[in-house]
């Protein structure tokens, strides 16, 4: 591995776990496989990780990232490509597709979305996440809010 993806990979890593809440909705288990998923404000990502992944850092804009895991035994699991889709909803029903795009890196395949939110706005995700080979399509579903000021 090339010591700037370890470097990308480790602070993008640590950007996700440090802000995001240690709770059970932010990892889903279908069995097979695993999806990790969080939403935050790109404000949070450290800039040479947000300059690295090309996102545009601001606290008006979210990212939604997601990363697929098949089980492995003896192992946290291997990080497996997948085709992701999803939609966001606000409480007044309105309703945007998100539109993601794949991170490859030496030792991990992240897929990420980036959207505009407003301040105290929460959101419904519904992301559906199929693995590379697999014909059964994994259902996310999880609520955010996002505070901008």
Known sequence: MRP?????????????????????????????????????TTDMIPPMVARENDITRSK???????????????A????TAAEVSGRAVDLTGKQNTIEFREVRETNAIYYIAEFAVSNEQRLTF????????????????????FFTD
């Open 76 to 79: 946290s699991g291997k990080p």
């Open 4 to 40: 700037m993806l370890r470097v990308t990979t480790v602070l993008f890593t640590l950007a996700l776990l440090l802000t995001a809440p240690a709770r059970a909705e932010n990892i889903q288990d279908f069995g097979d496989y695993v999806v990790h998923y969080n939403a935050l």
């Open 60 to 74: 008006n804009r979210a990212m939604l990232n997601v990363v697929v895991l098949k089980k492995v035994l003896g």
């Open 126 to 145: 519904d992301i559906t996440v199929t693995p590379e080979g697999e014909k059964e399509a994994l259902d996310v579903r999880f609520r955010k809010q």
